[in-house]
Each structure stands twice: as C-alpha cells, then as structure tokens.
C-alpha cells in the first residue's frame, strides 16, 4: 500500500488524537479549577438534581451530554471534551475537503496544535462541546443541508452564550442572501429549551430571564481593547496565528475581485464569525459589561474555524512559491507547526501546568479538603473556591450542602455550625466580603487558617470561620 500524504497526514491525526485520551485519563489535572469544576459539578448532580439540567449557567445541552461521563468522576469528564476537541478538529478537515480546499487532510492537526485547544480540552470547561457544535452546524451549510446547519446552530447559546453572537451572523446571512424562510430554523432550540425547563422554572421565557450575563457592567472591571487578538496569538502560536492573517487576507481579496462568484458563505460563516467573534469579547472586556472576565479561553471555540482560513492562507503561500520548492515549504511548515507547541516558548503549551493539579490544588485537595471533610463533614459551606468543593465532595448547586459567595447576600442564609471557607482572591472577588469584616463579626468565630507558599512566592490563604 502507497503511504501517500493523505495518509500519513491522517495516520498523525490519529496518534494526536490518542495522545491526547491517554494524557486525559493517565494526569490529574482538572483544568486550573473554578468554572472547569464547576461545570463538572453541575454534569455530576444532575441526576440526582434534574433542574441542573436546565441551569443557564450551567448550559443544558452541555450538563445533559457531559453528565453521563462526568459519573466517572473528573477523568470521565476530560475524556467527554477530548472526544468533542477531536471531533470538531475532525470535521474542520471535512469542512475544508467540502470547500474543495486543497491538503484539507491537514486542517485537524492545524487545529490539534493550536496551544489553548490542548489545554482547554483537559478540563470541564464548555468550549470543546461549544466547537464541535459550530464546526458541525458549518459542515452541514456547506454540505448543502441548510436546516439541519440551522437547527444545529440554534443549540450553540445552550452551550455558550455566545453563540448569541453567532446566531445574529447565521441571520444577517440569510437576509443577505434572501433566505428569509430560515430564518426561524435558528430559535428551535430556544423553543426546545424554553419548553422543556418550563416545568422546572414555571415560566416559558425562563432561558432570556435566567440569563446570568445580561448586566450593563461587571464585577470584574475591564481591561484593553487588544487583549483578545494578544490572547489569540498565545492561544494560537505564531505560525498559526500569521496563517490566520495570510488566511484572512486571501479571503478578501479573492472576495473584492470575484465579487458575485466568491462563496459569500465562506466570508460570512467563517471569516465573519471569527470577527464578530473576538470582536464581541473585545468590546465586553473593554467597556466591562455582561460580567465578561477577559478570559482567553472562549476562542477556543472558533479554533476549528480559524484551523480552515489557516489553511486557505497557507494553501495561497504555496500556490505563490516556486514549484521546485513549494513542497519543500509545505513540510516545513507542517513540521514546524507539530514541534512548535513542544518548545519552550509562551505561545507553546505548558505541560505541567496543562495536565497536572498545581500547588495550589494539591494543598486544597491533600490538607484543606481532608481537613474539612474529617472535622465538619455535615455542615453546610459557604465559598467561592471550586477545588474546596471538588475535593470535599460537595455539591455547589444545592444550597443545603453549599452556598456560593457570589449570590445576593448568602450570609444571611448561614444557620449556628455552617462553615464559611474565606480565600482573600475568589471569594472577596465574588462577595464583596473583606476579611476584616469576618474577623470583626461576633457571630463568627474563626476556626483555622491553613497556609500555602507556592514555589514562586505567592501566598495561598484559607480562612475557616464557622457561624455560632
């Protein structure tokens, strides 16, 4: 049998894709905490809790399909956003084949070696499922099955609400093109959802109203209006992050020029969703509205995109070179693209950090969860730090086993022996509660502080108080 490119470029998909379950099952890390565990927890109790399926900030759709393996435990839940990372890098490759784009069979790898696609992936975290979900409502628009491209997309707000955002280019799209017809095909899942939790909330508009991100400003301020293309060269990495201009680029171009005989699809569900896309999280973290956090992470779910306009790009770069050197190039560049997230480099992947629980997480997990669990293993608990509630087995959704910071004014709610786990970070951040106002209240009584000096100097804090 000929070992053709094809081949060997699927053969490497391949040994990627293992790689990354046999990283996700054999490491211990949960994807630097908080929200990563958070959904975890959500997935987990929704058996025993059902409205968890139906929580918004959850995201239903993916609490009901994490669920199942999120009852494995926490490894249960990375190897369930593997499989969606490598599903959605694989049909990037069939959207570029459908596109008639050439050396399509590389696009997977080019999305497989994007840093933050790696990391991301290792964690319970939305934006793999929010990326199979895209690349798949993509592929089926450009394999000539507008409804179902339609109806897959209408599921993307349940995932991450910014598929808000992506719904408002699918429908300037169609009116552009005159499809009015499609139009409703987009809110099937808001009708899905809306039915299905009325039961839960009694109230049939319950996923606008339970919108936890519709605020005007944001506990977390604001940041700069570059952070987003900064963070998406970092996620990225430079070779992909200058295929993606070169892609970009092309694109226009060929668009000015044909005109009328360019596929308006690819600029608008490709490159126009890429735009809007960091353009959105650009302007909410400039102006700090919708509780937006600057948090890099959300681009891994256009990654599969980017995967097919770095392609296109490089694929231009190619056409442009000598023949007698262009597949000289190709395999350098491809050889570069696969070793560069191994270096040691800033744009690369961080390993340790990546796959394994950090300082911070094996204190929580070895002294402050154990501690807990032995001497209070009944109380209730207020905080905001996710790993407490990970590694004391509590559940963060019911508020007879957990009450988080950040809601209203939870101190009210505590009750003689409840547990209040103060860190001066997420749960000062959250509530707005200082640790002076603790230490002063004569109706709290501090218990214990535990203590953690990380190796580069930094001071982890856990304060345990308990109501009288």
Request: glycine share 6%; net charge positive; aromatic share 16%.
């Amino acid at each position: 049998m000929k070992l053709t490119e094809q081949k060997i470029a699927q053969f490497t998909f391949v040994l990627i894709s293992i790689a990354c379950l046999l990283t996700a099952i054999f490491t211990n890390g949960n994807g630097t905490g908080g929200d990563s565990i958070s959904h975890f927890i959500c997935a987990k109790f929704s058996w025993q809790q059902p409205i968890l399926f139906f929580n918004h900030w959850g995201k239903p759709l993916f609490t009901i399909l994490a669920s199942p393996f999120a009852q494995f435990g926490f490894t249960g839940m990375k190897i369930f956003n593997v499989l969606c990372a490598i599903f959605a890098a694989h049909l990037a490759s069939l959207t570029a084949k459908r596109l008639g784009y050439e050396n399509w069979y590389w696009t997977g790898i080019l999305v497989l070696a994007a840093s933050m696609y790696f990391t991301i992936m290792l964690s319970g975290y939305t934006e793999p499922l929010s990326a199979l979900v895209l690349i798949l409502s993509i592929y089926f628009w450009f394999d000539e099955k507008p409804n179902w491209s339609l109806s897959i997309a209408s599921l993307l707000p349940f995932v991450r609400s910014e598929g808000l955002i992506i719904l408002l280019v699918f429908s300037t799209y169609l009116i552009l093109i005159n499809q009015y017809k499609k139009l409703p095909w987009l809110m099937l899942g808001h009708l899905i959802f809306s039915i299905a939790g009325w039961y839960f909330y009694k109230d049939i508009l319950w996923v606008f109203t339970k919108i936890p991100y519709a605020s005007a400003s944001s506990i977390y301020g604001k940041g700069n209006w570059s952070h987003f293309l900064i963070q998406l060269y970092f996620g990225l990495g430079p070779i992909l992050f200058i295929g993606l201009w070169i892609g970009a680029f092309f694109h226009l171009k060929n668009w000015v020029q044909l005109g009328k005989k360019m596929n308006l699809a690819e600029i608008f569900l490709i490159d126009g969703i890429i735009v809007a896309f960091v353009l959105a999280h650009t302007i909410f973290w400039a102006l700090g509205i919708f509780n937006s956090m600057g948090l890099n992470r959300v681009l891994v779910t256009i990654f599969p995109l980017t995967g097919i306009l770095i392609l296109y790009g490089y694929n231009q770069i190619l056409k442009l070179s000598p023949l007698t050197i262009s597949k000289q190039i190709k395999w350098v560049l491809i050889t570069a693209i696969i070793i560069f997230p191994f270096l040691n480099n800033p744009a690369s992947i961080n390993f340790k950090s990546s796959c394994y629980l950090s300082e911070e997480q094996e204190f929580a997990k070895e002294i402050v969860g154990p501690y807990l669990v032995n001497k209070f293993p009944n109380q209730k608990y207020m905080g905001a730090d996710a790993n407490l509630a990970l590694f004391t087995n509590k559940n963060m959704f019911d508020p007879n086993e957990w009450l988080y910071a950040g809601l209203g004014n939870p101190m009210e709610k505590l009750s003689s022996g409840d547990l209040i786990l103060f860190d001066p970070y997420s749960f000062a951040t959250e509530s707005g509660i200082q640790l002076n106002s603790l230490l002063s209240d004569h109706l709290i009584k501090k218990d214990t502080l535990f203590e953690l000096t990380e190796s580069n100097g930094k001071v982890k804090q856990y304060y345990i108080f308990q109501r009288q």
